[in-house]
Antibody, heavy 120, light 106 residues
Framework: QVHLQESGPGLVKSSETLSLTCAVS?????????WGWIRQPPGKGLEWIGS???????YYNPSLESRTTISVDASKGQFSLGMNSVTAADTAIYYC??????????????WGQGILVTVS | IQMTQSPSSLSASLGDRVIITCQASQDIFKYLSWYQHKEGTAPRLLIYDASKLGAGVPSRFSGSGSGTDFTFSIDYLQPEDLATYYC?????????FGGGTKVEIK
């Protein structure tokens, strides 16, 4: 059974760095899929933050690119999100998931349960 | 690519047919998916490639369209269909979602 689990601090101070990790079990990160981060601010819709391939090639939402880093450690079966200089606008539920890439639908519907990160 | 979804909310009776539309700001061919998002849970992929049903998704859900105009339908609305529905394009980066349609039961 495939399981994705986000972990990290639920509370981050304004101007500091948000760091989250997604642990993937039951499915190899190296199986040629894109893994990504999506967030949902309170009362708002879904926003794609960025994606990473198992090789380490990463792609970001231009609106967040200047302060976002996504990395992968395929040997550990995990990928991570870093976002610096956070503000209250970054308060959101953060999801990790298997995501689409240009012209290619997600290979499967794999999502973490989501983690609420509050910026104080 | 901007995705314009409508309506932003709707209220329908059990058994009704519900239709949601999504318009892309440019040609995205068939590269559109529809997600169901219930409060407190992760989004669920219902439709991909505009019209293909996701694994285990009931056949009362369907999608159609290509290019810039897409439609999502729920036939015979069920109580468990209470959720917000999003379209997402994956023709090009950045991936982008529509604003969402909140479906309520009358």
């Amino acid at each position: 059974q495939v399981h994705l689990q986000e972990s990290g601090p639920g509370l981050v101070k304004s101007s500091e760095t948000l760091s989250l990790t997604c642990a993937v079990s039951g499915f190899s990160i190296g199986r040629g899929s894109y893994w990504g981060w999506i967030r949902q601010p309170p009362g708002k819709g879904l926003e794609w933050i960025g994606s990473i391939y198992h090789s380490g090639d990463a792609y970001y939402n231009p609106s967040l690119e200047s302060r976002t880093t996504i990395s992968v450690d395929a040997s550990k079966g995990q990928f991570s999100l870093g976002m610096n200089s956070v503000t209250a606008a970054d308060t959101a539920i953060y999801y990790c998931a298997l995501v689409a890439s240009p012209g290619i639908a997600p290979a499967a519907d794999f999502w973490g349960q989501g983690i609420l990160v509050t910026v104080s | 690519i901007q995705m314009t979804q409508s309506p932003s909310s709707l209220s329908a009776s059990l058994g009704d047919r519900v239709i949601i539309t999504c318009q892309a700001s440019q040609d995205i061919f068939k590269y559109l998916s529809w997600y169901q998002h219930k409060e407190g849970t992760a989004p669920r992929l219902l439709i991909y490639d505009a019209s293909k049903l996701g694994a285990g998704v009931p056949s009362r859900f369907s999608g159609s369209g290509s290019g810039t105009d897409f439609t999502f339908s729920i036939d015979y609305l069920q109580p468990e269909d209470l959720a917000t529905y999003y379209c997402q394009q994956y023709d090009d980066l950045p991936l982008s979602f529509g604003g969402g349609t909140k479906v309520e039961i009358k």
